[in-house]
């Protein structure tokens, strides 16, 4: 089956530090890739939708200047959480999909900002 | 009222039960529906996608009421590694391709001896 990796799966940093999150699509091209977050006990919430080669689309109350998002190639797209706070700590899952309609996750990055 | 509703749970089973789950969500032009299985402090995986006819894999069988805007799985024969919880997720871009997904709050499935 189709494979996303996402990397890296465990970040524990200082608050102020920026943290940047990989999340590759393995064996397909992606042009679209979604970006998740979900806090203890909550349902995934989508952040933002990636686009390769165009400014991401923003959920509503997310900061697009907060947690920036890179799709430079059809493989490849990165979240910054940019001057992360102790509440941004949270569960970030990228997702895409060969299809569209199927997503297949990413293992998930927990970030933990002290 | 939410986009797509659980059951709360959590359900706690013996070994060889069969158990329902719910799901109802609130757009009618919702065109894609999935159950995924997280387990504790991992990722989404799909378990199966929903059809409107009905769609069965192994233990496993997946109903689509379009009219009642509802959803349900059902699993027989459960198994300890059944436990996890189970996501009710619906395409959130209605009437496109893309991968949106809109997902309940889960409902946690502990399966015990």
């Known amino acids: 089956g189709a494979v996303v990796s996402q990397h890296p799966s465990r970040v524990i940093c200082k608050s102020g530090t920026s943290v940047k999150i990989e999340c590759r699509s393995l064996?397909?091209?992606?042009?679209?890739m979604f970006w998740y977050r979900q806090f203890p006990k909550q349902s995934l919430m989508l952040m933002a939708t990636s686009n390769e080669g165009s400014k991401a689309t923003y959920e509503q109350g997310v900061e697009k200047d907060k947690f920036l998002i890179n799709h430079a190639s059809l493989t490849l797209s990165t979240l910054t959480v940019t001057s992360a706070h102790p509440e941004d700590s949270s569960f970030y899952i990228c997702s895409a999909g060969p299809r569209g309609n199927i997503q297949y996750f990413g293992a998930g990055t927990r970030l933990s900002v002290l | 009222r939410k986009e797509v509703e659980q059951d709360p749970g959590p359900f706690n089973v013996p070994e060889g039960a069969t158990v329902a789950f719910n799901c109802t969500y609130s757009?009618?032009?919702?065109?894609?529906f999935f159950w995924y299985r997280q387990d504790c402090r991992k990722e989404p995986k799909l378990l199966m996608s929903?059809?409107?006819s009905g769609n069965e894999d192994g233990r496993f069988t997946a109903q689509l009421n379009r009219a009642s805007q509802y959803i349900s799985l059902l699993i027989r024969d459960s198994k300890l590694s059944d436990s996890a919880t189970y996501l009710c997720?619906?395409?959130?871009?209605?009437?496109?391709?893309?991968?949106?997904?809109?997902f309940g709050k889960g409902t946690k499935l502990s399966v015990k001896p």
């Open positions: 929903v059809y409107s």
């Open positions: 997720v619906v395409n959130g871009n209605y009437g496109g391709s893309q991968g949106n997904l809109i």
């Open positions: 064996d397909f091209q992606a042009t679209t």
């Open positions: 757009n009618s032009a919702s065109q894609s």
